[in-house]
């Protein structure tokens, strides 16, 4: 059974053979769904709990 990845920066469920896994110097493990998600977070540096159409932002705004 192939193990389905959850991307980093906005939560969604990557499909088996899809999305791109990134590995920093210091062996920090990073999966992304889209080079979407890869921009805003290594490249702009952005907070997913700033991001409206992340998930991590709206499950904050439910509990609050």
Partial sequence: MVERRICS???NEI???TGKM???KD???YFFCSTKCQK???K???VPRRIRWSKFY???KKSA
Avoid: A, D, S
């Fill in 22 to 24: 990134y590995v920093r």
């Fill in 40 to 42: 805003n977070m290594l």
């Fill in 15 to 17: 499909e088996p053979g």
């Fill in 58 to 60: 709206v499950k904050e």
């Fill in 9 to 11: 920066f906005c939560k």
């Fill in 44 to 46: 702009l540096k952005r």
């Fill in 27 to 29: 062996g920090t493990i």
